[in-house]
């Protein structure tokens, strides 16, 4: 129930993208801002802004990169952050760009300083200082490129340096998305695949997705297996609630890492304040994981708060899994959803 993509999302996710915004469901603010941009860029012959995607993992951000190049009527290329080691590496990309081509770097808050200090004159000049040897005979040499536009990509906002968030001319962010634009999402999936999707099918699956369009999909993907081995190949109501039973997936779309995550907070910490760090100790996670896996969806629900203390279990989550609030005078403000 993550949404972060896993191994085998990426063929199935490939054939269930949009390729126009028209195709895009949800994010309406972000797509009247980036029709308004696109528009008025393609209409002038002009290079589009760079654009930063942000918000949680599975939410459309790789998507939205694609349909920029897509609507602009030019070339698309992506990398991710980590990936990119050596200087060499970036220069070689940047020099290889193509007049208003759309480059997209997806977790480019996990680009390396040295890498992101080149970037800098590259996004802002359409340059490139590259320093040809070493010592007092070290000489910097300029590249001019190409105009073109960085996308990037991050689920984590605050890690992107001031000096590389100000190079951005559109930082945009992406919301959790609502049943009833999941379920508009599921349909469409549904009808690319051939799964015959019942109206209520639909509902109780958009209801226990997380608000992500990529879990919506993964979750229809298991439904579909289900139905066509034990139930004619149509997913009703009854068939998917069956589904999600044996998925072990709740009504809030928690699986076994989300009750882990809750019930050692509650039953362990007696509801926090706990640090993350201990958290992941007692999970065997990585703090990371916590806070760009699970942590977003809980905390939009209600049922974990972020104090400067540490994190908080809300009155919400107790009565979700049926645990006594502990009679704790200093802790009765946190425990209000």
Do not use: W
Not at 303 to 332: C, I
């Amino acid at each position: 129930m993550a949404g972060q993509a896993a191994e085998d999302d990426a063929g199935f996710e490939q054939s269930l993208r949009p390729r126009r915004l028209a195709e895009y469901i949800g994010q309406g603010k972000v797509k009247d801002q980036l029709s308004l941009a696109v528009e008025a860029a393609r209409t002038r012959g002009e290079t589009l802004d760079h654009v930063l995607l942000y918000g949680p993992p599975g939410l459309g951000k790789t998507t939205l990169a694609g349909i920029i190049a897509a609507e602009l009527g030019v070339a698309f290329q992506s990398t991710a952050g980590p990936l990119l080691q050596i200087k060499g590496d970036l220069t070689a990309i940047l020099t290889n760009v193509q007049a208003r081509q759309v480059l997209f770097f997806d977790e480019v808050h996990r680009l390396q300083p040295q890498l992101e200090e080149v970037l800098y004159s590259a996004l802002e000049d359409y340059r490139l200082d590259i320093i040809i040897g070493q010592g007092p005979a070290a000489r910097t040499h300029t590249l001019e490129l190409k105009p073109f536009t960085f996308v990037a990509a991050t689920t984590r906002a605050g890690l992107v340096s001031a000096p590389l968030r100000s190079r951005f001319g559109l930082i945009l962010r992406l919301e959790f998305y609502q049943p009833a634009e999941l379920e508009i999402i599921l349909r469409r999936s549904a009808q690319i695949l051939g799964v015959p999707l019942d109206p209520d099918g639909g509902a109780v699956l958009a209801r226990r997705c997380r608000g992500t369009p990529r879990i919506a999909n993964r979750l229809l993907r298991r439904v579909r297996d289900f139905a066509q081995v034990r139930a004619q190949g149509k997913i009703t109501a009854a068939v998917a609630e069956e589904a999600l039973a044996l998925l072990e997936v709740d009504e809030y779309g928690f699986d076994e890492a989300d009750r882990r995550l809750m019930l050692a907070l509650i039953e362990k910490f007696e509801g926090g304040p706990v640090g993350v760090n201990t958290l992941a100790a007692v999970l065997a996670e990585e703090p990371d994981a916590i806070e760009e896996i699970y942590e977003p969806y809980l905390m939009q629900i209600g049922f974990l708060s972020r104090t400067p203390r540490g994190r908080v279990a809300t009155a919400l989550a107790y009565r979700h899994f049926r645990v006594a609030l502990p009679a704790r005078g200093d802790q009765a403000g946190l425990f209000t959803p």
